[in-house]
């Protein structure tokens, strides 16, 4: 007789079965253990940047670059135009004050001094005719006056003469009356004479004065032309060294047209760009530093450009103390300038991390060094080299620096020595 056997609870089937649920479950809470806050990551230690916080002295300062230009630079404009008839010296030729340069040639202003040249001798001519005529009529007054004065006198002496006889009625009336009409005419005439004398002195005087005006205006003329033809030969307007010579022979030059410039050698300034964002913030007596040859030298600003220009402004410094030897027109150095006096504060390197989080936050290593926690922290001030940590951190813990673009959402690392 057949027994009946027990039927099997665990069978092939149901664990296969059992083992499918189990691992589909282990796999959702190892995705919701991944994926939720306070999730762990597995790191190895040699792909961190792990730095420690420090105590230091901390100086706001942003990099910059300058180029190096002379203190002071004097534009050649040609102050007549004509056509570039010699070149005397050639570009980059150390230059004395009033040593010619080139000579332009203008048919126009020299033909306008000659006539204002001969227009000066007319009226220079004109000047000794009015002059000698004045002289000739003073003469022939003069003379009408000597008349005059001789008529006088006769008139004056047979009325006296008269004057007695009638009274002592040696002649008649008649006579006495003429004599004395005779005289009171020549003392009128003698009058006439000095008032007609006196007015074509004074006529004469205005002439001159007008004439000499005149002749002062065509000669004022006449230097301001012969200036403007001496303009025409260039000449340096200071010591130092001519650049960027535009100037060929034969070559027509405009009125105003740049013809070059003169460099003062005595010494240079940096020309330097500063991005738009900190423009509030620069001003005349700013400080910074620059690496040349390998020494330091400090420079300060000097004149700040406010035109903005594709996002940029632009600054003058100069060297202060000490001046680097050796430094040509053109060189570009690269400037630290401070945007604030030294103070001390806690201190982290710059790094990666603040792209991702702002700055807000950062990982902190454990005391054994295994693990990294996620801590909230507040950064200030930043320089090229470190960020200035306000809140969250103290001096000596150590944190992770580099970028935790593949980190994910995860709030712990897992430091794994190899």
């Known amino acids: 007789m057949d027994k009946v056997l027990p039927k099997k609870k665990w069978n092939s089937k149901r664990i296969t079965t059992i083992a499918f649920i189990a691992a589909v479950l282990l796999l959702i809470s190892a995705s919701f253990y991944f994926t939720r806050g306070g999730s762990k990551l597995n790191v190895e230690s040699e792909r961190l940047s792990i730095a420690e916080v420090k105590e230091g002295v901390f100086k706001e300062f942003i990099p910059v670059n300058g180029i190096i230009l002379p203190i002071t630079s004097i534009y050649l404009d040609a102050l007549e135009g004509g056509i570039v008839e010699e070149i005397f010296v050639e570009d980059g030729a150390v230059m004395k004050k009033g040593q010619p340069i080139l000579r332009l040639a203008n048919t126009d202003l020299q033909l306008s001094l000659v006539n204002q040249e001969t227009q000066v001798y007319n009226l220079i001519t004109q000047m000794q005719i009015a002059k000698n005529a004045a002289q000739q009529n003073t003469i022939t007054n003069l003379n009408q006056m000597t008349d005059v004065e001789n008529q006088l006198k006769e008139a004056e002496r047979v009325y006296l003469l008269n004057k007695k006889l009638y009274e002592s009625k040696a002649i008649g009336r008649q006579e006495y009356e003429q004599s004395k009409n005779n005289y009171d005419y020549q003392v009128a005439k003698r009058n006439l004479a000095l008032q007609t004398i006196e007015q074509d002195k004074e006529s004469a005087s205005q002439q001159l004065q007008q004439a000499q005006q005149s002749y002062n205006g065509s000669q004022y003329a006449l230097q301001v032309m012969r200036k403007k033809v001496n303009d025409l030969i260039v000449r340096a307007p200071i010591d130092g060294q001519l650049t960027s010579l535009d100037a060929e022979v034969g070559q027509n030059k405009g009125k105003g047209e740049r013809l070059g410039q003169l460099d003062v050698l005595e010494g240079y300034k940096v020309r330097v760009d500063v991005d738009e964002h900190y423009i509030s913030r620069i001003y005349t007596g700013l400080r910074g530093t620059a690496l040349i040859a390998g020494k330091t030298y400090s420079l300060e600003i000097k004149k700040v450009f406010t035109q903005v220009t594709s996002g940029r402004f632009q600054v003058d410094m100069e060297f202060i103390d000490q001046k680097p030897d050796g430094i040509r027109r053109g060189q570009t150095i690269q400037i630290r300038l401070a945007l604030s006096d030294e103070t001390n504060g806690l201190l982290i390197p710059r790094g990666g991390f603040y792209h991702q989080t702002g700055g807000s936050w950062i990982f902190k290593i454990s005391e054994d060094g295994s693990k990294a926690y996620k801590v909230d922290i507040q950064l200030g001030r930043q320089n090229p080299e470190f960020y200035e940590v ?29």
């Open 390 to 418: 306000i809140s969250g951190l103290r001096a000596g813990d150590k944190v992770i620096t580099n970028s935790y673009d593949s980190y994910g959402n995860v709030d712990e690392l897992n430091i794994k020595n190899n």
